[in-house]
């Protein structure tokens, strides 16, 4: 994604497109979830389009401290931390509750048999 992003398409469209890659991908799984509540082996459906938003991810996270270091270029070193350590807050807390929320997710609608 780094290579993509340098040579090809620039790191702002490649942040943008690997977020609405996530984004597009975890609706999919979602849907997909839905649909496939009263099939016995929805597992592997589901695991197979959980593959879309992890793509979409590492296209952000490859390259969204650089395009934030580009905008703070000229500013204090104390800017430059500040801004590292609320993106490695935002990742944690990010990914923990997306995790947890497809976790409940899948505990209330993902065991129901009919």
């Given at each position: 994604?780094?290579?993509?992003?340098?040579?090809?398409c620039g790191r702002f469209?490649?942040?943008?497109?690997?977020?609405?890659?996530?984004?597009?991908?975890?609706?999919?799984?979602?849907?997909?979830?839905?649909?496939?509540?009263?099939?016995?082996?929805?597992?592997?459906?589901?695991?197979?389009?959980?593959?879309?938003?992890?793509?979409?991810?590492?296209?952000?996270?490859?390259?969204?401290?650089?395009?934030g270091g580009d905008q703070?270029?000229?500013?204090?070193?104390?800017?430059?931390?500040?801004?590292?350590?609320?993106?490695?807050?935002?990742?944690?807390?990010?990914?923990?509750?997306?995790?947890?929320?497809?976790?409940?997710?899948?505990?209330?609608?993902?065991?129901?048999?009919?």
């Amino acid at each position: 994604a780094g290579l993509i992003a340098d040579v090809y398409c620039g790191r702002f469209r490649t942040v943008m497109f690997s977020v609405c890659l996530t984004w597009i991908g975890y609706l999919l799984c979602a849907l997909v979830l839905v649909a496939t509540l009263s099939y016995s082996n929805q597992r592997l459906i589901v695991l197979p389009m959980l593959l879309i938003p992890y793509l979409g991810l590492a296209g952000f996270e490859a390259n969204i401290i650089q395009l934030g270091g580009d905008q703070l270029q000229g500013s204090s070193s104390e800017s430059l931390r500040s801004f590292v350590r609320w993106l490695t807050m935002a990742a944690v807390f990010g990914g923990a509750s997306g995790g947890a929320m497809c976790d409940l997710l899948f505990c209330l609608f993902g065991n129901l048999e009919q």
